[in-house]
């Protein structure tokens, strides 16, 4: 019996050995099955999650962010441990004693997944299980995912310590409204840093990661506050937080910036501009787009907050000021339907709805709203972000042409400013996005520094950077790259040529280029002939210097990459950008010296490493204990030269000429020396004014996005120059200004700017200027140059082809053959003012 009983037992004994036996070795196999070819968890170690690219201003101030994740990577030692101990709390109690598993939690999530038939299936993974899952593993629910995770957990944790592990996870995990990450989080729903968050806060990003979509603070709000609460009592039972502070917190109302209870991050921000968005496109470019918008970069920024708001107001008063002038009203296009303006509720959530710009500041900010009334004497308008609705008097509507009743029709959605008399509301003016549209850049002279760009009226209404972006016609602000050729190819500033027509037969047929004026004014000095800007004198200087030496110039400076030697091209007929430009014209106020222009100072990468600095240069001193307060380190620069320092001073003073006395004299008017130039194309197609004071240059241009005719009157002194009168006024405030250096290695002597005669040195008078010569180059006054062209008569430029150039002693001490004459390849059927 005993024997019988003993066999019993021990056939009972061996089968259970043996069971427990054989699901081991199928546990152990299936293990080995599903543990190869899994990735390698190794690289977890290594990895460097994707955050936001912040761009800040030359002040520090935050500007702009980008990113494809909105992620900001906190180390773990910097996380607070609230935070740490809420997550723990939520999702992996015992994280700081399983092996990657809890063996627990899986056998309670299946036993529940049995009893409902399989309708109730949770997760049960460990943090450290989610983290295999969101880096290396897809998020399905099957059996196989789960055992690969369970490997992958058990591998990782042999590999990370926990803080390690909690810090990749606590970095990588999404929380809903595109953050990704605990510190991103605090900032979309709290607007606090980690190390503010109460406890009921802390709580509250805690109860996302189980589903972040279903936990709404607004939409799901009871949802999410029994989930914090959960949250906050698991906190207390696994001691992270004692009963009179889990009574406290528990109490707590559920508040967020969703709900309106805080401001938004995103408020402190600056709407985005033309400015950030050229810096996301050319660092893009430089640093490919993945890692731009994933690498985490601190960009600093070139751009000075006061002279960009001062930018953009002066683009855009000049813009509206033309487009008022025409008198036409052609609104946003945008209409509501007459369902939405049942009632106030509705007609405000379709305004907001509405895809009309909303960064406009010009004398005010500029509103939607919608046209609820069209009266003969009125419009009522209800205006976003203002209580009630409002009206539109017929007086704001005198520039306009037709009444209220021809111009607007309810529904019409347009633009309102709020008007003021003696400092309180007066009524509602309307306002719209001029059809045509600008740029302007300015920079530092010396080191091409951006301080302010304006790519056109709006960045929400046209994200084309016409700073940029935009190739136009210079039109004769070219010129100073015609005369530059010519004095550092032996002309001087009091250098004769004939002002009379010309007449060119072309295979396009016949070219008669003109001055703006249509006069001819004869014999006539260099100065003269780029302050009245001289198109005839252009030419046929162009045609004296010969135009490849003139694109070579022109290609030197940056102007252009590879210029056409067309003779047209001398008046500015190829196509090239406002930012290029400005950063040539910077060169003539710096002396010659080669500038790069960028909007960036610095960029450093997620861990602070600076990997591009755009400013090369040696500064001697800097580090130097002894130097003394006020006194300014030396700066040692090894730039190229790309002119001549005395043909800079002579182009520069002969610019500055415009300003006083020329085309630009009677819009530019400011209390340091400036130079510049006018340029205006064929029928008025591009304005251009480009300017410059000893230490900061700015340049503007205006156009239709589709080139055509701006109308009578319209030109680059009386449109652009005072756009950059009124953005220099407060350049010259902030940044001052003073003389333009003159180089060494010349000298003085006093002509009549009319006839380019030499006069005595006691000479004085509104027909006396005082010239500068090179050193050893005695000047010969009174030879007149023609450029080879017929006066009044075709051009036989067949016969021209076969003369040879005429050798010139350059600036530098050198030879240079000037000319040929031009070609029908080097003539072309344009011609501007």
Not at 52 to 81: M, N, Q, V
Not at 274 to 283: A, G, K, M, N, S
Not at 327 to 349: N, P, S
Not at 695 to 722: E, K
């Amino acid at each position: 019996m005993l024997r019988f009983i003993l066999s019993f037992f021990g056939s009972i004994f061996s089968t259970i050995t043996l069971g427990v036996a054989m699901v081991a070795l199928t546990i152990g196999a299936v293990f080995w099955i599903y543990g190869r070819d899994l990735p390698s968890h190794e690289s977890l170690a290594q990895y460097q999650p994707p955050t936001i690219s912040r761009i800040y201003s030359g002040e520090g101030y935050l500007i702009d962010e980008f990113a494809k994740e909105r992620r900001l990577f906190t180390p773990s030692h910097e996380i607070p441990d609230l935070v740490k101990q809420a997550f723990i709390s939520a999702e992996d109690k015992n994280f700081y004693s399983h092996s990657g598993y809890d063996a627990r939690g899986i056998a309670a999530a299946a036993i529940e997944a049995v009893q409902s038939r399989g309708e109730n299936v949770r997760g049960a993974s460990t943090i450290t299980q989610q983290v295999m899952k969101n880096f290396l593993l897809s998020g399905d629910r099957r059996a196989e995912r789960k055992i690969k995770e369970i490997i992958l957990a058990t591998r990782l944790e042999e590999t990370l310590d926990k803080e390690r592990i909690l810090e990749l996870y606590l970095n990588e995990i999404f929380l809903g409204q595109n953050s990704y990450g605990v510190t991103a989080a605090a900032q979309t729903y709290f607007n606090k840093t980690l190390s503010d968050l109460a406890p009921h806060e802390a709580a509250t990003l805690a109860a996302m990661p189980k589903a972040p979509s279903d936990y709404h603070p607004v939409r799901q709000k009871d949802r999410l506050l029994a989930r914090r609460d959960y949250v906050l009592r698991e906190m207390r039972e696994n001691g992270y937080i004692s009963a009179d502070v889990y009574e406290v917190e528990v109490a707590q109302p559920l508040r967020s910036v969703q709900n309106g209870d805080f401001e938004a991050f995103r408020t402190a921000l600056p709407p985005r501009d033309y400015f950030t968005d050229e810096i996301r496109r050319q660092l893009t470019q430089n640093f490919g787009e993945g890692e731009f918008f994933t690498g985490g970069f601190t960009v600093r920024a070139t751009l000075d907050h006061e002279m960009q708001a001062e930018a953009a107001l002066a683009l855009r008063g000049g813009l509206e000021k033309y487009d008022r002038s025409r008198g036409k009203w052609r609104g946003t296009g945008v209409q509501l339907e007459e369902a939405q303006l049942a009632d106030e509720t509705t007609w405000r959530a379709a305004l907001a709805d509405a895809d009309v710009p909303r960064d406009i500041v010009l004398s005010g900010r500029w509103y939607p709203a919608v046209v609820l009334e069209v009266g003969s004497e009125s419009l009522t308008v209800g205006v976003e972000h203002s209580k009630g609705t409002g009206s539109v008097p017929r007086a704001d509507i005198k520039w306009m042409k037709g009444s209220f009743a021809e111009n607007f029709t309810r529904g019409d959605v347009v633009l309102v400013r709020a008007e003021k008399k003696d400092g309180e509301f007066s009524h509602w003016s309307l306002r719209q996005v001029p059809e045509v549209q600008g740029g302007f850049v300015a920079m530092d002279v010396n080191s091409g520094r951006v301080l302010a760009m304006q790519g056109g009226f709006s960045y929400q209404h046209s994200v084309f950077n016409r700073a940029t972006q935009a190739l136009r016609q210079p039109g004769s602000s070219f010129k100073p790259f015609v005369y530059a050729a010519a004095l550092d190819s032996g002309y001087s500033p009091a250098t004769i040529v004939v002002d009379a027509p010309i007449e060119i037969d072309t295979p396009q047929g016949l070219w008669r280029p003109k001055n703006s004026s249509n006069k001819f004014y004869g014999p006539t000095p260099l100065r003269t002939g780029i302050e009245m800007s001289r198109n005839l004198m252009t030419i046929r200087l162009a045609q004296e210097v010969g135009m490849p030496v003139v694109a070579g110039y022109a290609e030197r400076f940056g102007v252009y990459d590879n210029m056409g030697a067309f003779l047209a091209n001398s008046l500015g007929a190829e196509e090239t950008t406002l930012y290029k430009m400005v950063a040539a014209y910077a060169m003539f106020a710096n002396g010659g010296e080669r500038v790069q222009p960028t909007l960036v100072d610095r960029v450093q990468d997620r861990f602070g490493r600076t990997i591009y600095r755009h400013d090369d240069r040696d500064c001697v001193d800097c580090s130097d204990p002894s130097l003394a307060a006020g006194q300014a380190p030396r700066i040692v620069t090894d730039r190229e030269r790309v002119m001549d320092p005395v043909t800079a001073y002579q182009l520069t003073s002969m610019m500055k000429g415009v300003v006083d006395r020329g085309t630009a004299s009677s819009v530019i008017n400011l209390p340091v020396p400036t130079a510049g130039k006018t340029g205006t194309t064929n029928d008025s197609r591009d304005v251009w004014f480009v300017g410059f004071t000893s230490n900061i240059v700015a340049g503007c241009y205006m156009g239709f996005d589709q080139p055509r005719p701006m109308g009578r009157g319209a030109y680059g002194g009386t449109m652009c120059g005072p756009v950059f009168q009124q953005f220099m006024t407060k350049a010259v405030e902030k940044f001052g200004g003073g003389p333009f250096e003159v180089p060494e290695g010349g000298h003085f002597i006093k002509i009549d700017r009319y006839t380019g005669a030499r006069l005595p040195d006691d000479a004085s008078g509104p027909y006396v200027v005082a010239e500068y010569f090179r050193d050893g180059a005695e000047p010969i006054f009174g030879l007149t140059y023609d450029g080879g062209f017929a006066m009044g008569s075709n051009l036989p430029l067949v016969e021209e082809v076969q003369q040879s150039g005429r050798k010139v002693t350059t600036s530098s001490g050198g030879t240079a053959v000037l000319g040929p004459k031009a070609t029908f390849g080097t003539v072309s059927s344009g011609g501007l003012y």
